[in-house]
Each structure stands twice: as structure tokens, then as C-alpha cells.
């Protein structure tokens, strides 16, 4: 079982930038698949980011390299996503979701868990 609770979105100007976080927590100490969604009003729910907890393994799609970067902290069993030049298509509801590390790193991959989501908005 794992649980996840988002915070830190909020509003941005394009170019700006935002840190989103998911802390998560889960009935033993295996590694999971971490990663984060989104989902603009209209459009399908699409994963932006993934990492291993545990390790430094990590994915993103094409559109937020360079500009997003996924990361962790095993500590405080949190990850971050963190969003630099900002456009305003990346607005849009982001989701945490957590899941096996088996294809964590394509397309493939399949969560089992989802936290509520934060908002991301950002103006032009």
C-alpha cells in the first residue's frame, strides 16, 4: 500500500517557475516507481516524470527536458518536480502516482496509486 500527498502548485507566469512535491509513504521498504502526471482540462491524463526511489533512475517526456527536473529526497520520502520555463501548456491539474519499478522508466509503466493532485496554472 502507498499513499501520496501533493502540494506546492499554485499560479506562474510564462517563464516562470514552480516546485511541486509528493510525499509518500508506503507499508515497507521496497523501492517504488514514483512519478508525476498531468492532466489540462480536456486533454488525457499524460506522465511528465519518473524516478526510482532508491536510486537516481529517472524519465521524462520529450517536451519538459531541459526544463523539468525529477528528484528525490529518501529521507523524508519525498519527490519534487521541478519546473523551470514554464509555458503555459504545461498548465494543467498534476498528479503524484506511484506503482512497481518494473518499465518505470517507459511507456509502459502502469501506477497503482494516485494522490489528489495540485494545481499548476500558468498565465501568458
Known amino acids: 500500500q502507498v499513499q501520496l500527498v501533493e502540494s506546492g502548485g499554485g499560479s506562474v507566469q510564462a517563464g516562470g517557475s514552480l516546485r511541486v512535491s509528493c510525499v509518500y509513504s508506503?507499508?515497507?521498504?521496497?523501492?517504488?516507481?514514483v512519478s508525476w502526471f498531468r492532466q489540462a482540462p480536456g486533454k488525457e491524463r499524460e506522465r511528465v516524470a519518473s524516478?526510482?526511489?532508491?536510486?537516481?533512475?529517472?524519465y521524462y517526456i520529450d517536451s519538459v527536458k531541459g526544463r523539468f527536473t525529477i528528484s528525490q529526497d529518501n529521507a523524508e520520502k519525498t519527490v519534487y518536480l521541478e519546473m523551470n520555463n514554464l509555458k503555459p501548456e504545461d498548465a494543467a491539474m498534476y498528479y503524484c502516482a506511484a506503482g512497481p519499478l518494473f518499465r518505470c522508466s517507459t511507456t509502459a509503466w502502469v501506477p497503482g496509486y494516485w494522490g489528489q493532485g495540485t494545481q499548476v496554472t500558468v498565465s501568458s
Open positions: 508506503t507499508d515497507s521498504d521496497r523501492s517504488v516507481c
Open positions: 524516478i526510482y526511489t532508491g536510486g537516481w533512475g529517472t
